[in-house]
Nanobody, 127 residues
Framework: QVQLVESGGGLVQAGGSLRLSCAASGRTLSSYAMGWFRQAPGKDREFVAGISGSGRSTRYTEAVQGRFTISRDNAKNMVYLQMNSLKPEDTAVYYC????????????????????WGQGTQVTVSS
């Protein structure tokens, strides 16, 4: 059974930075793409960023392009999301997730392509 635990969320002023971490156990994740998603109150869960198993391929939603950076350390079974220049509209619960398929060359943006999810970490950006 795969377990994912996110950390690093908190309250930050607009323009500030946070670094989210996702610790995985129960499976060696180097063969699996990973994704970060977020869900704001009253909204659907949306894709934020994804990274291939090797780390060579990344993708971002347009809203965070140039501000957020996803990375991974396969030796530690960790995935990170560096968030800079935060905006109030980035406020949400952030989740990491594991791709349901191995060896996907590029992370999917579709939530139903991920089969394990963390419990989420709250990010609040004040104006």
């Amino acid at each position: 059974q795969v377990q994912l635990v996110e950390s690093g969320g908190g309250l930050v002023q607009a323009g500030g930075s946070l670094r989210l971490s996702c610790a995985a156990s129960g499976r060696t994740l180097s063969s699996y793409a990973m994704g970060w998603f977020r869900q704001a109150p009253g909204k659907d869960r949306e894709f934020v960023a994804g990274i291939s198993g090797s780390g060579r391929s990344t993708r971002y939603t347009e809203a965070v392009q140039g501000r957020f950076t996803i990375s991974r350390d396969n030796a530690k079974n960790m995935v990170y999301l560096q968030m800079n220049s935060l905006k109030p509209e980035d406020t949400a619960v952030y989740y990491c997730a594991v791709d349901r398929l191995r060896y996907r060359l590029s992370a999917s943006a579709a939530p139903n392509e991920y089969d394990y999810w963390g419990q989420g970490t709250q990010v609040t950006v004040s104006s």
